[in-house]
């Protein structure tokens, strides 16, 4: 690969990142099961861990119709970067927003999208309060 492509290729990604900063919340693993207010027309991220070289990705399995999928990024863990890993762990964020006020379930699997019988490897599930 051409340095300068991999170049264009960090600064898309970097940008693309920067729009991560602007969720006025962030979900994490250990949110699972919870009850979560967001505001109505912000967005709002969920940051779990994956393993993307095995091919398992999360994707939003329950969307309730008042939230939308915005977009989805994938970058390596600190660790993996530091100890130069090839396929370490990766955080990968989803982004959501809420179009109208509502409350509902938003589940999240990870599994490999190939696969369509198989069941998740692991599931995030939080109930979503739009107000």
């Known amino acids: 690969m051409r340095p300068d492509f991999r170049l264009s290729l960090f600064c898309v990604a970097f940008a693309t990142s920067l729009g991560c900063a602007t969720a006025t919340v962030t ?5 699972a099961g919870r009850v979560v207010e ?5 967005p709002f991220a969920v940051e779990l861990l994956s393993l993307p070289s095995t091919g398992y990705r999360w994707a939003p399995s329950e969307l309730p119709g008042f939230l939308t999928h915005l977009d989805a990024m994938a970058w390596p863990t600190a660790s993996a970067q ?4 090839v396929g370490g762990s990766h955080r990968e964020v989803h982004q959501f927003q809420a179009r109208t006020a509502g ?3 938003l589940v999240l ?3 490999r999208p190939w696969e369509l019988n198989a069941p ?3 599931t995030f599930s939080v109930t979503i309060e739009a107000k």
Request: glycine content about 14%; aromatic content about 0%.
């Open 38 to 42: 967001v505001p109505v027309g912000e």
């Open 120 to 122: 998740p490897v692991e």
């Open 103 to 105: 409350t509902g379930a």
């Open 109 to 111: 699997e990870q599994r």
């Open 27 to 31: 979900l994490r693993a250990d949110d």
């Open 82 to 85: 530091s100890l130069g890993l």
